[in-house]
């Protein structure tokens, strides 16, 4: 608690006289710092000096201890008032100082009692109500200084509570989000397209028995491309949702068959040593499929490569190109991704500067894939396994 | 012929089996997932097996899976998949490196019967039919095979589309309105632009259509 003024190097130097004293201050020392410094020492000589007296007097009842408990008063003060002093301008200097001025009063209550009792022989303890008093009205003036600190300190604690409940429900939504996709996707399969194709099975049959008659079997025929469309449209909607590549073996397959499709020499470099929950995976896939299709569309890309890893609990992305680069961030299809990446609370950023290539950069966060993949399995209800793997 | 059928959805399974039936196929035995029609391909040891590649219990790819095991097991075994989207990767991998007695084929392609029974037919002779789709994934994808295959003509395109699905030259003549000897034309010219040795007819027109497979994958 106590500064000790620490003086510059260069008085150190100084021949050891009083009159150095005032070469401290043109030395650079602040007046207040000063004024403890010689505070200090005029108490440290008036307490050796009152020794002196004491002995001269010939030794009787040791008054200067009274003496020295005085000269300490404005010392301690000094010092408290200092380590009071450092602290934030307002409520709390205010409830420092105020501590400083009561811990002052509570040492001298306390030395008092001490040298009552060494020199006068007084046993029972009376500044015990002195203290309480004391410490009850600075700890009151604390409430009410420090109360609208309280308030925002409890302010800040809520809202911290508000974001990590709606971080967690978000998450959780995205998660249900997608096992709910992925059902969708099932469902779209195993049910309308399969009345469907049953239905065309059907029909087929039946136009097989109306060979004579082929004004009905016309008729059926048309039924069936009918059918049939209705199927490629279910289908294309599907892979819309989820392709089926990315469901059933997981995000590398899915990547490398994209790749194939493009047929640009697509360099894939994989390293995620944890699972990723279905809907990064989603959002994974098709910002890279939207990337390889502008650089196989519009930036005349002849090579790709995708780099996918996981570090410190995040799957990065990085699609690079060799095309011509100059791609608009905002116009292209990326920018309608972004916030898909964002709802997982990952980054999406692209950079592509004229004539040196495009590259989609994508960091999505998977700490705590464990918990939260447990979460969305048991929201994938009925028959529908949830595809998590790689 | 003696068929398996794996398929989960019984709207589905009974409509194959009774078509399948009704023009004197032998449907043996049916399975609802992968382990069944393992089981029931041991058992009955049929000449083909209709797989849908999504079945119980994660309706992932099982089916596919559980055809490419019976295949190794069995080689002369024909398996004819089906499927409600195509994946040339799955194509290559079921082909691995024997196309003989494989069918890789969209659902929907059951309602024309006539091709679809055809195809299983094909596929029980040690024949090679693939979806149009997957031809078309493949002619779409790879920039250097697209340049490789510019000099195909949109006809011989479609001509090459129906070969994948394992029809014959009549067949492919009537789809698509033309005479045989036009069809016969087409493939000629097709079989010298993908420059196919002259060598047995079938074997090239398997060829024809792998060539896009092979160069998928490399």
Redesign the interface.
């Given at each position: 608690m106590s500064e000790r003024v620490r003086l510059p190097p260069s008085l150190s130097a100084l021949p050891k006289h009083p009159v150095r004293w005032m070469p401290a201050l043109a030395a650079g020392l602040s007046l207040q710092q000063y004024a403890s410094f010689l505070l200090r020492r005029l108490a440290g000589l008036a307490a050796v000096l009152m020794i002196a007296i004491w002995v001269l007097e010939g030794e009787g009842y040791f008054w200067p201890a009274w003496v020295w408990l005085g000269l300490s008063v404005p010392v301690t003060l000094d010092l408290m008032g200092r380590w009071a002093w450092r602290h934030e301008r307002g409520a709390s200097r205010r409830v420092a100082l105020m501590w400083a001025v009561i811990m002052v009063g509570c040492g001298i209550l306390v030395v008092t009692w001490i040298l009552t009792w060494l020199l006068d022989g007084v046993r029972e303890f009376w500044p015990a109500w002195g203290l309480l008093g004391l410490g009850t009205a600075g700890s009151a003036y604390s409430l009410i200084a420090l109360h609208d600190r309280l308030l925002v300190a409890r302010g800040r604690r809520a809202l911290k509570e508000r974001i990590d409940t709606l971080t967690r429900t978000r998450r959780e939504a995205v998660d249900a989000q997608a096992a709910q996709l992925l059902r969708i996707e099932?469902d779209l399969?195993?049910g309308a397209?399969?009345?469907?194709?049953?239905l065309?099975?059907?029909?087929?049959?039946a136009?097989?028995r109306l060979e004579d008659r082929p004004e009905v079997k016309a008729l059926i025929n048309e039924a069936?491309r009918e059918?049939?469309s209705a199927?490629?449209e279910l289908?294309d909607l599907?892979?819309g949702i989820v392709p089926?590549?990315l469901?059933?073996?997981g995000l590398v397959?899915a990547v490398?068959?994209l790749s194939?499709?493009?047929?640009?020499g697509t360099a894939i470099e994989v390293d995620i040593p944890f699972e990723v929950s279905p809907a990064a995976k989603g959002a994974a896939y098709f910002v890279i499929a939207e990337a390889l299709t502008n650089a196989?569309k519009h930036s005349g890309a002849k090579h790709t490569a995708v780099r996918m890893c996981g570090e410190r609990g995040c799957l990065k992305v990085v699609i690079s190109d060799d095309g011509c680069g100059g791609a608009d961030p905002l116009g292209s299809g990326l920018a309608g991704l972004r916030a898909r990446v964002e709802a997982l609370d990952g980054t999406l950023s692209i950079e592509s500067p004229v004539g040196l290539g495009t590259e989609v950069s994508m960091t999505l966060p998977c700490a705590g894939e464990r918990e939260r993949r447990g979460a969305a399995e048991r929201l994938a209800v009925g028959?529908?396994?949830v595809?998590i793997g790689r | 012929m003696r068929v398996v059928i794996a398929e989960d959805?019984a709207?589905?399974r009974e409509?194959?089996v009774?078509?399948l039936r009704?023009n004197d196929i032998d449907v043996v035995a049916q399975a609802q997932d992968a382990e069944g029609l393992l089981r029931a391909i041991s058992g009955h040891k049929p000449d083909l097996a209709i797989v849908d590649v999504?079945l119980?219990?994660?309706?992932?790819?099982e089916g596919l899976r559980a055809a490419i095991e019976a295949r190794r097991a069995c080689p002369h075994l024909g398996v004819l998949v089906l499927s409600?989207?195509v994946?040339?990767?799955y194509a290559s991998e079921l082909i691995g490196g024997n196309s003989a007695g494989i069918g890789y084929l969209l659902?929907?392609r059951?309602?024309?019967?006539?091709a679809?029974l055809q195809a299983v037919e094909s596929v029980a002779a040690g024949g090679t039919v693939l979806d149009r789709e997957v031809v078309t994934?493949m002619l779409?994808?790879?920039?250097?095979?697209?340049d490789a295959l510019s000099a195909l003509t949109s006809r011989e395109r479609e001509v090459l589309e129906l070969m994948a699905e394992g029809r014959s030259n009549a067949a492919i003549a009537e789809s698509l309105v033309v005479t045989q000897g036009a069809v016969e034309k087409h493939i000629t010219s097709i079989y010298s632009k993908l420059d196919l040795p002259a060598c047995e007819v079938d074997h090239r027109r398997v060829l024809a259509v792998l060539t896009y497979l092979r160069l998928?994958d490399g």
């Open positions: 099932r399969h195993d397209q399969a009345r469907l194709v049953a065309t099975l059907k029909l087929g049959r136009a097989l069936q059918a049939a199927i490629s289908r599907a892979r089926p590549l469901a059933d073996r397959p490398e068959a194939s499709r493009y047929g640009t196989v028959r529908h396994a595809g | 959805l709207l589905l409509g194959l009774a078509l009704e999504r119980p219990p994660t309706f992932s790819d409600q989207y994946e040339t990767a659902k929907e059951i309602g024309d019967v006539r679809f994934q779409d994808s790879d920039r250097g095979r697209r998928a």
